[in-house]
């Protein structure tokens, strides 16, 4: 039978790799590589970087076009759904066409797969089409989160409290009343400029793990429009923005 790893490899830095993730990828036949049309050079490069410096020789790569995701639609899940599907129709050729029985591929997955990251229930879509059989195993990376707490020498949680984890689309709507502590991810329009900023504290990063890596913290309020005005700026000078934050509720 097929087998196929979806491996994690960390938030940005080469060295986020694991060992258990620089030995599944030294021992798969081929590595799959999803590339998205807008990709930036950055991100192509710094995949390279990580094949380059984790793997012996020169691994065995095959690369396919990452279909394009409506954006902006009303129905966005619909919209999910649409890219799942054509998302598995590509992988699915990929694992047909370039492994044979008994042969194994790995997709890597930025970060960790478990956060996220489409790539797990992708596959489970693949296996539930049923025309073709493979065995899956998931090596956990280094999140964003994880690579957010760590530069800014914080944890996630305080005593006897509960994590929620979210995105932008989500805290525009309120911020949850059952969680002190937040942590958002794909926040394209900045939702926390909506919360009261005198009631929270904030932990920004962007390209974590980078060389251009960019971090702010401090009491909302105080830091929301020089975070809006970083992010910009470095926006318009990369192209992209990978960023995430935690919000802490302030305690009396």
Not at 170 to 186: F, H, I, S
Request: proline content about 4%; aromatic content about 8%.
């Amino acid at each position: 039978m097929r087998k196929v790893y979806v491996i994690g490899i960390g938030a940005g830095d080469p060295d986020y790799v694991t060992v258990q993730a620089v030995r599944a990828m030294n021992a798969v036949d081929v590595v799959f590589v999803l590339e998205k049309a807008d990709e930036t050079q950055d991100l192509v490069d710094l995949r390279r970087t990580i094949l380059e410096r984790h793997v012996e020789g020169t691994p065995r790569v095959v690369t396919a076009q990452d279909p394009p995701r409506a954006r902006g639609t009303a129905d966005y899940r619909g919209a999910v759904r649409d890219w799942r599907r054509r998302r598995a129709d590509v992988c699915e050729a990929l694992i047909r066409d370039e492994l044979a029985p008994g042969q194994s591929g790995a997709f890597l997955a930025w970060g960790d797969p478990a956060l996220y990251d489409s790539t797990l229930g992708v596959l489970d879509d693949i296996l539930d089409r049923g025309f073709v059989e493979f065995s899956v195993e998931v090596v956990p990376g280094i999140s964003a989160p994880q690579a957010l707490a760590a530069r800014h020498r914080v944890v996630l949680n305080r005593i006897g409290g509960a994590i929620q984890f979210t995105t932008g689309r989500r805290l525009a709507a309120g911020a949850p009343a059952e969680a002190d502590d937040v942590v958002v991810m794909l926040d394209a329009d900045q939702a926390f400029a909506g919360l009261p900023g005198d009631e929270w504290d904030i932990y920004w990063g962007a390209y974590l793990g980078t060389p251009d890596e960019l971090l702010i913290a401090g009491r909302l309020g105080e830091v929301a429009e020089e975070i809006a005005a970083v992010r910009a700026r470095a926006r318009e000078a990369k192209g992209w923005m990978f960023d995430t934050y935690l919000l802490r509720r302030r305690r009396a």
